[in-house]
């Protein structure tokens, strides 16, 4: 099928997105590895600090060819993450979308139903045009990132269909962290939205707070399954006002969420108004398609030095040619442009391009891309490296400065603590090694230096050391490379940004 693949994300392997290819990474166990487990991503890699170009180089300016071409010739691309919790239907929204925008055909859905039937899982047809592998199929669950496209009238969308299970979520993280956007699909059936929103065993509330960190502001709350509530519009107010109040805490505003209720099983108010009396007795705003057709066109930057976190790396098996997989973060890059591999420090030559699963001459701020490279060793390139200009190397750092919230109260942030550290798609095990102040919720500023301890909805500056360095920046300098999460024991504890790389 030409709309959908499987986007790897660092622990899984890819699936055919180049002809015969393989990924070099073995395939994730059940759960979240402990930090102890953790394999760091990059000791002993990386280019020492002569190696590095000379500060005194002349300011960045970009060529001609890299600029947009004519409004109007292309629609902007959208990178759409759909999140929510496990069993919530993101999976089957997604592959309903796909067939109602005729990105599956009528064959290749009839070939989903009837093997779906045969598995005793007839209501799963549309699940399984993203959910390809036999042990997702096998589980009922998804456990790597669906990716897959569609137009609208103003957009291009890559739709980027996250796992929902807690064990999975540092694949969401993955994926996520390329949205421009987001769609938040909620179960309205009696218990799972609850359970979904669940302080300790919820996903839908970590994944709302993950998409925010990530720098995502404009959000689709799908309320999934209406049916099953009879189309209540009591049941869509009650889930609207808790998950509300919960998303304002969040940092999303009230006019960049938009609230759809539908039912992705029963075609209802997915690319049409419904056509239920029951719903449209009291519904007459935007369906799922115009919702996203109404979101605001992402800001790219083209003018500033390529860099393109690398997602995934696949080797063909039938020409040997290494491929990195990533979103452009800035710059532009084509067939013929030099690029650095950080930490590693090879420099490679574009070979080719895919966007999409087929070839293109440029790649831009924003696009979703496979980069043929020529002149790297697949042993010095690996997800969690980045792709830059070989006269704008990004920094790395193994002792970082991070001004964090913190979301899981279960257990306090305190001197010593070890932690996962993610950023972009980079992991590392960390450990916290000097709280510096408490924030002023209101203003921002310090109010109190040295705190013991970090507990729930506390914000704090603090200090972390790596085990292994990795590609990052200070925030203001480019947010793509300087977003953070920090989990412990299958949770996200606390989200932020890098304030400062600290040299030892």
Request: charged share 25%; with cysteine.
């Amino acid at each position: 099928m030409e709309s959908s693949s499987k986007l790897s994300t660092g622990n899984e392997q890819l699936g055919d997105q180049v002809s015969g290819a393989s990924s070099r990474r073995n395939r994730m166990g059940e759960g979240t590895p402990s930090v102890e487990e953790i394999r760091p991503q990059s000791h002993n890699r990386g280019m020492s600090k002569s190696d590095l170009p000379s500060k005194s180089r002349a300011p960045y300016k970009p060529e001609k060819w890299m600029l947009p071409e004519k409004e109007g010739s292309d629609l902007n691309q959208l990178n759409l993450a759909i999140v929510g919790h496990v069993d919530s239907g993101k999976s089957t929204l997604s592959g309903r979308l796909l067939h109602l925008l005729g990105r599956i055909s009528q064959k290749q859905m009839h070939k989903y139903e009837k093997e779906a039937k045969i598995q005793g899982k007839g209501s799963f047809a549309y699940a399984w045009a993203l959910d390809e592998s036999p042990e997702e199929r096998e589980r009922g669950i998804t456990m790597t990132v669906g990716v897959a496209y569609f137009d609208t009238k103003n957009y291009h969308v890559v739709v980027l269909d996250s796992p929902g299970h807690k064990d999975f979520i540092p694949n969401m993280i993955s994926g996520a962290t390329q949205a421009d956007a987001a769609i938040l699909v909620i179960d309205a059936s009696i218990g799972s939205f609850e359970a979904g929103v669940d302080p300790t065993k919820g996903q839908t509330r970590e994944h709302a707070q993950l998409i925010r960190s990530f720098g995502v502001d404009q959000l689709i709350v799908a309320i999934n399954k209406m049916d099953v509530v009879e189309y209540s519009k009591e049941r869509y107010d009650t889930i609207k006002q808790k998950l509300g109040a919960f998303l304002r805490l969040c940092g999303f505003k009230d006019l960049s969420v938009l609230w759809i209720p539908l039912s992705a099983m029963e075609n209802q108010n997915l690319v049409s108004a419904s056509s239920d009396a029951r719903l449209r007795s009291w519904y007459q705003g935007p369906h799922l398609l115009d919702a996203i057709d109404s979101l605001q066109p992402p800001t790219r930057d083209i003018s500033k030095p390529v860099v393109m976190p690398v997602c995934d790396v696949v080797k063909s098996q039938s020409t040997g040619q290494v491929s990195a997989i990533g979103k452009l973060a800035s710059g532009a890059l084509r067939s013929g442009s030099k690029v650095l591999v950080m930490p590693s420090g090879d420099v490679g030559t574009v070979r080719s391009l895919e966007r999409d699963s087929r070839p293109c001459t440029v790649a831009r701020a924003g696009d979703n891309v496979s980069v043929v490279l020529h002149g790297v060793e697949e042993t010095n390139i690996m997800s969690g490296d980045v792709l830059c200009h070989p006269e704008f190397p990004v920094p790395t750092a193994k002792h970082v400065e991070l001004k964090v919230l913190v979301l899981d109260g279960s257990a306090p942030i305190v001197i010593g603590s070890q932690l996962e550290f993610h950023v972009h798609h980079a992991k590392e095990a960390a450990r916290v090694v000097k709280i510096i102040s408490l924030l002023d919720p209101k203003t921002g500023k310090a109010s109190k230096k040295t705190p013991r301890c970090l507990v729930a909805k506390q914000s704090a500056i603090l200090e972390v050391v790596l085990n292994g360095s990795v590609c990052a920046e200070e925030y203001s300098n480019c947010k793509a490379l300087g977003r953070v999460s920090l989990r412990s024991l299958g949770r996200t504890v606390a989200v932020g940004v890098i304030t400062r790389l600290i040299e030892d």
